[in-house]
């Protein structure tokens, strides 16, 4: 195979992963024309087209879906293949993908950035804060971070923190004006702040457990965010009640800013964990990242 076709077969994977010309683009450090001239040489050799664009959107063609099944797997050999060979280097290097929500991104991620640069500069680490639970096999990350109750068995997982905690809250201004809830059906009767989570999908049905009793409240109130940033904002200000991680809120209850409640009712669940697959040998560069995580919990 020439290197222009190579070239070629790998623009067309990246953009099939990216589901986007223009993040394909940044991914492979060429500009979005240039990555559409190699798209409509490659489609003109093959006589077919591979690609369906819309102004706001790209996916593949029935014929796209068959050659980007013969060419993730042979892709993901060769990538294997340089980790391989990187592994015999006196310092790792190559590129890592991570797949990560946006809460345990500033959790994890932010702190160690610059450390882990300094010391892999060798390192191309590219991080995806996604939402949407990726398959990160489907879309060809070298590791993810999720919360525990959310992984697939099959997956290898290493712990990144203890389990958490739920936390109902709310500002003193706003408790000033409504009582303090005591068993968690109170809450039809107060102004509550809806979690959708992200890309269009449920509301957050809260969760609530005592002893063997186990409850899901449909909460409501006349706000829905889908980032728990503004939600934390939303509660400073005395909107409503806020529903969740303790250790997010906790700061603003040390500090008065909000109260906490329903405690007794507030249930613990698994924490966050990195997973990967399961392969012969952990990637150089994957163990490192891994290892830099662990050292910083």
């Known amino acids: 195979m020439r290197g222009a076709e190579f070239s070629e077969l790998k623009a067309f994977a990246t953009i099939v992963e990216e589901g986007s010309f223009v993040r394909a683009a940044a991914r492979l450090r060429i500009s979005p024309p240039a990555l559409s001239q190699t798209i409509r040489g490659l489609e003109e050799r093959v006589g077919v087209r591979l690609l369906n664009r819309t102004t706001r959107s790209v996916s593949p063609t029935a014929a796209g879906e068959t050659l980007f099944a013969r060419l993730a797997p042979a892709f993901s050999e060769l990538e294997g293949a340089v980790a391989d060979a990187h592994a015999s280097r006196d310092r790792p290097a190559g590129s890592l993908r991570i797949n990560v929500p946006r809460i345990a991104a500033m959790r994890?991620?932010?702190?160690m950035l610059g450390d882990f640069r300094r010391a892999y500069p060798d390192i191309a680490l590219n991080i995806i804060v996604d939402d949407t639970l990726t398959d990160i096999v489907e879309?060809?990350?070298?590791?993810?971070?999720?919360?525990g109750e959310r992984l697939h068995k099959d997956m290898v997982a290493v712990k990144l923190s203890d389990e958490l905690e739920m936390a109902a809250v709310a500002a003193p201004s706003y408790l000033e004006r409504h009582p303090i809830p005591r068993h968690p059906a109170d809450l039809h009767h107060h102004q509550c702040i809806n979690f959708q989570w992200p890309g269009g999908g449920n509301i957050y049905r809260w969760e609530f457990a005592r002893g063997q009793r186990a409850l899901e409240i449909a909460v409501n109130g006349g706000l829905t965010v889908n980032d728990t940033e503004l939600?934390?904002?939303?509660?400073l200000d005395g909107i409503g009640v806020a529903y969740m991680l303790d250790y997010q809120v906790r700061p603003w209850i040390e500090t008065g800013k909000l109260i906490r409640f329903l405690e007794a009712w507030s249930p613990r669940f698994p924490g966050f964990y990195l997973y990967h697959t399961s392969s012969r040998q952990v990637p150089p560069a994957l163990r490192v990242f891994i290892d830099f995580l662990l050292?910083?919990?």
């Open 231 to 235: 939600m934390i904002r939303a509660a």
């Open 108 to 111: 994890f991620i932010a702190p």
């Open 295 to 297: 050292a910083r919990r």
């Open 139 to 147: 879309g060809r990350f070298d590791a993810g971070i999720r919360l």
